[in-house]
T-cell receptor, first 125, second 107 residues
Framework: QVQLVQSGAEVKKPGASVKVSCKASGYTFTGHYLHWVRQAPGQGLEWMGRINPATGGTDYAQKFQGRVTMTRDTSISTAYMELSGLRSDDTAVYYCARDLERRVGTYYYYGMDVWGQGTTATVSS | DIQMTQSPSSVSASVGDRVTITCRASQGIGSWLAWYQQKPGKAPKLLIYGASNLQSGVPSRFSGSGSGTDFTLTISSLQPEDFATYYC?????????FGGGTKVEIK
């Protein structure tokens, strides 16, 4: 079945970096963009960026520009999200999510149809 | 960035009730809107894309409508498994942005 499996929980000190992996299975890895979305404790969803696994091209939210790096390894169908310069307010659950691109009539519509289980990253001194 | 505003932030309802959640975009986004359901400790689940298209496997009691700036998610007859938080998300431009969420609670 189609699934995304993420790496395990991380605990980091302020200023450090965290790298989360997202392994895809059950579909053609290079056929769909992958998004990264985070959720701070008790808060809503925040889009961080996306990667095109076929080309490695990325789009990042301005908020994270300079601190986030999204990469992929097509040989193992795995995407990575690295966030540097961690602060306490980066404590969150980080999700990867597959991009849905669905044609309806003459338009293409988008969403995130398959999600990883989430990776909790805790930033604490 | 396009701001997405959901209302209400929470709603109390009973099994069998009809529930409506609204989402407003700060500028026109056509029909490029998705809705998600999230239960505690779980990843979000896609319900609706393109404002009104039901994702495969989602019960037909869920429906979406709207275009431009104003959108609605309706649950026609609330079931016990529908108690959750619902988010809208615009898919018209980058950065993708989400509404603040609507928590559907048991009355």
């Amino acid at each position: 079945q189609v699934q995304l499996v993420q790496s395990g929980a991380e605990v980091k000190k302020p200023g450090a970096s965290v790298k989360v992996s997202c392994k895809a299975s059950g579909y053609t890895f290079t056929g769909h963009y992958l998004h990264w979305v985070r959720q701070a404790p008790g808060q809503g969803l925040e889009w961080m960026g996306r990667i095109n696994p076929a080309t490695g091209g990325t789009d990042y939210a301005q908020k994270f520009q300079g601190r986030v790096t999204m990469t992929r390894d097509t040989s193992i169908s795995t995407a990575y999200m690295e966030l540097s310069g961690l602060r306490s307010d980066d404590t969150a659950v980080y999700y990867c999510a597959r991009d849905l691109e669905r044609r309806v009539g003459t338009y293409y519509y988008y969403g995130m149809d398959v999600w990883g289980q989430g990776t909790t990253a805790t930033v604490s001194s | 960035d396009i701001q997405m505003t959901q209302s209400p932030s929470s709603v109390s309802a009973s099994v069998g009730d009809r529930v409506t959640i609204t989402c407003r975009a700060s500028q026109g986004i056509g029909s490029w809107l998705a809705w998600y359901q999230q239960k505690p400790g779980k990843a979000p689940k896609l319900l609706i894309y393109g404002a009104s298209n039901l994702q495969s496997g989602v019960p037909s009691r869920f429906s979406g409508s709207g275009s431009g700036t104003d959108f609605t998610l309706t649950i026609s007859s609330l079931q016990p498994e529908d108690f959750a938080t619902y988010y809208c998300q615009q898919a018209n431009s980058f950065p993708r942005t989400f509404g603040g969420g609507t928590k559907v609670e048991i009355k």
